[in-house]
């Protein structure tokens, strides 16, 4: 069945999940503060419409930076949408924001998916996210051949904000095996090793996660080319951090990695790869200017 759906923010990853749901053969239209990413979307056969196109979308999606852009997008959504009508939003934020979006939408008699995914843009690009869902069950289901465009592998977590609390838990461990790698890789260069031979021995070890060999292609090379930058990973951090804290859930070692994402921020390394960490700790250590 064909979909009439608005996408909003079409930035690095919301630009390939749009592009595959038109693929799919529904209608797709897209809008976005950015001139260059709504031709970038033209290109590729996505209509730019403005924020009216609400009105007439049975479906909209929105891939969004932060708190704030959640909460103005949410209540232009509820203000806007027949009763009836779904928002799927997938964006990285916190829960208290997720829940005021939920509590609009649920007066305005809008249908509220909470639709987080996990991987890269390249990942995004390959339709090969996991997407990880909370809300109304049976939303879930109707849109399932939806989420299917954008990965093969789908879980429905509950009826509130399941979703975003396990995308951050997601992150912390994302966030934590880069912490793990500066140390490590600091170590042993350190100690005399070679930084290729370090690369190929992690990545045939018990250590060789699907993150490891995935970052060991660039990384090997010293290519901190950005997937998801520093000034972004530190931000997820801020947001687990403030989860933990409402849960009463210590996380020790997420706040030291934050301080250390801190360090490569302050050292200029913002717009690097969040494995820039590497090189923050490489700092302390001597290694590198």
């Keep these: 069945m064909s979909e009439t759906i608005h996408f909003i923010g079409v930035g690095k990853m919301g630009l390939p999940m749009a592009t595959h749901l038109h ?18 979307a033209a290109a590729r056969g996505l209509k730019p419409a403005s924020p009216d196109a609400l009105a007439s979308a049975g479906v909209v999606m929105s891939s969004l930076p932060h708190d704030g852009a959640l909460r103005s997008v949410g209540a232009a959504v509820a203000a806007t949408l027949p009763r009836g009508a779904v928002y799927v939003d997938t964006s990285t934020v916190s829960q208290a924001a997720s829940a005021e979006v939920a509590q609009a939408c649920e007066a305005a008699g809008v249908h509220y998916l909470r639709a987080t995914v996990s991987g890269n843009n390249h990942m995004a690009e390959a339709a090969q996210l996991t997407v990880m869902a909370s809300g109304p069950m049976a939303v879930h289901e109707r849109l399932l051949p939806l989420l299917r465009c954008w990965g093969p592998n789908h879980f429905y977590l509950g009826s509130g904000e399941q979703a975003r609390l396990m995308k951050l838990v997601v992150n912390l461990l994302i966030a934590q095996t880069s912490a793990m790698l500066a140390e490590g890789l600091t170590l042993g260069q350190k100690g005399g090793l070679a930084w290729e031979d370090m690369w190929a021995v992690l990545g045939a070890s018990a250590v060789a996660s699907p993150i490891l060999k995935a970052k060991a292609v660039q990384l090997s090379k010293r290519d901190f080319s950005p997937t998801f930058t520093v000034t972004q990973m530190n931000k997820d951090l801020d947001l687990i951090l403030g989860e933990a804290a409402a849960c009463e859930a210590p996380v020790p070692q997420t706040a030291m990695t934050r301080q250390l994402m801190a360090a490569a921020q302050a050292q200029g390394d913002a717009g690097d790869d969040y494995a820039a960490i590497i090189k923050a700790v490489e700092r302390s250590a001597g290694l590198v200017p």
């Design 23 to 40: 693929a799919a053969g529904h209608t797709v239209t897209v809008s976005d503060p950015d001139a260059a990413r709504l031709q970038l």
